[in-house]
């Protein structure tokens, strides 16, 4: 069963705009919730996390938003780089267990 | 400080072999994490490490896996008498719990190891 998921496999938007992706999740239960970034032979790279007490975290160009009571969250970058095109996966952690989403690949338009 | 890394990067073998894989963390974080991924798929966890003490095991892990990590520093991941469906990447992850730290659980990824079962 997938407690976390990523329904936009692809994304693609234009350098300077925004970038929006979403996440939903399942178990209530989640006490955190992270981005990270993975680009082609590499690892994911951590972006940003946010409890699940808090509705936005802010780090420079990203921003985490969590809507509890539609069990939705979203990553917004802005704005949009070139060097931001890569694979985004959102992942929910119940302890020290990880739960990942399918990922959504975003490409960044010159 | 070369950030975690992970031995093989690729091995191929045959149904039924048994492999073992190998994760160096970063030196000074004290957890460590194994996960599995396919292809289109998130990563999948598996077991978690604090120090030396294996304390998360994925329910959906097989007795045909067990991760060990003595001394608390690097960790390794065998699989026995493999099959096709383990075909994958697995991956291994570090963190600390401090205060440098970025966020809770801030996990650093190494480039994984690609395993091909024939």
């Known amino acids: 069963d997938q407690q976390v998921k990523q329904n936009s496999p692809s994304l693609s938007v234009q350098e300077g705009r925004i970038s929006i992706l979403n996440c939903d999740y399942t178990n209530s239960m989640f006490d955190y919730f992270l981005w990270y970034k993975k680009y082609p032979a590499e690892g994911p790279t951590f972006l940003i996390s946010i409890s699940s007490i808090k509705d936005k975290n802010e780090d420079g160009r990203f921003t985490v938003f969590l809507n509890k009571s539609a069990k939705h969250l979203s990553l917004h970058i802005v704005p949009s780089q070139p060097g931001d095109s890569a694979v985004y996966f959102c992942?929910?952690?119940?302890?020290?267990?990880?739960?990942f989403g399918t990922g959504t690949s975003l490409t960044v338009i010159p | 400080d070369t950030g975690v890394s992970q031995d093989p990067r690729h091995k191929i073998t045959k149904r039924g072999q048994n492999v073992t894989f190998r994760c160096d963390p970063i030196s000074e974080h004290n957890r460590l994490y194994w996960y599995r991924q396919t292809l289109g798929q998130g990563p999948e966890f598996l077991t978690y490490?604090?120090?030396?003490?294996?304390?998360?095991k994925s329910r959906l892990l097989s007795d045909r896996f067990s991760a060990e990590r003595p001394k608390g520093s690097f960790s390794t991941l065998e699989i026995q008498r493999t099959e096709q469906g383990d075909s994958a990447m697995y991956l291994c992850?570090?963190?600390?719990?401090?205060?440098?730290?970025?966020?809770?659980?801030?996990?650093?990824f190494g480039p994984g190891t690609r395993l091909t079962v024939l």
């Open positions: 992942a929910a952690s119940l302890g020290n267990q990880f739960y």
């Open positions: 490490f604090q120090n030396e003490a294996q304390l998360e």
């Open positions: 992850a570090s963190s600390f719990t401090g205060l440098r730290s970025r966020g809770p659980f801030e996990q650093f």
